[in-house]
């Protein structure tokens, strides 16, 4: 085994390591909303005494899965990046399938809120979400990019189809990120749309209300307004 080999296997190890405690656990999938904590806040969320949840927040900040932002006297910390976020996801995949029964046909345990519309660090995910990728690939918007696992190029259609719902999609290209990619859906267990255009796409359905933030979580609230429009995108009858 080369050396490179070695420090990645030694590096994959550290990282699970430090997302095995309950605590840390519960402070990562707090982040996913996207939005920064105080320490404090994570203490809470954690479950945890002040000076404990400082010391896992330096753990999770060493293995490079959260950072940290000073703002005169406070200190906010949230996820190291998308990446993060989309590893979380598909870890609570992982984690769904091994508390289901071998056999059973999958059942979502997510609450209702949450498996509607939900933050995906900067992204859609949840039923919608999964409805909105779907929508994208029948409709050859989003084309499956050969050269990148999980990753999609956006073809001529799609370009006028994002353009022409008012998406950005002239900077979610130049953005320095991958463009777009398939996010595994932890409670529907089918893929969301992810990378720039995913974060472009939840920026838009928040600008036109669309959905708004449910307060302390990352679940979102589908508006009227936006069940409407969503529903008229996807071509659903009218509930």
Known sequence: ?????????????????????????RILCCLMDGHARTATELAAVGEVAASTASAHLARLSSAGLIECQSQGRHRYYKLAGGEVGAALEAMLVLAGRSVSRAMKPFEPSTPPGMREAR????????????RLHDHALRSSWLEIDAALPRAYTLSATGIAGF???GLDVEAARSSRRRLACACMDWSVRSPHLGGALGAAWLQWLVNETWVEDELDSRALRITPRGRRGLQGLLGLRFA
Do not use: N
Request: charged share 20%.
């Open 163 to 165: 353009a022409a719902l």
């Open 1 to 25: 085994m080369d050396e490179q080999q070695t420090f990645a296997d030694a590096a994959l190890a550290e990282i699970a390591q430090c997302m095995a405690e309950p605590a840390r656990a």
């Open 119 to 130: 933050r995906c660090y900067d992204h859609l995910a949840g039923d919608w979400a999964v």
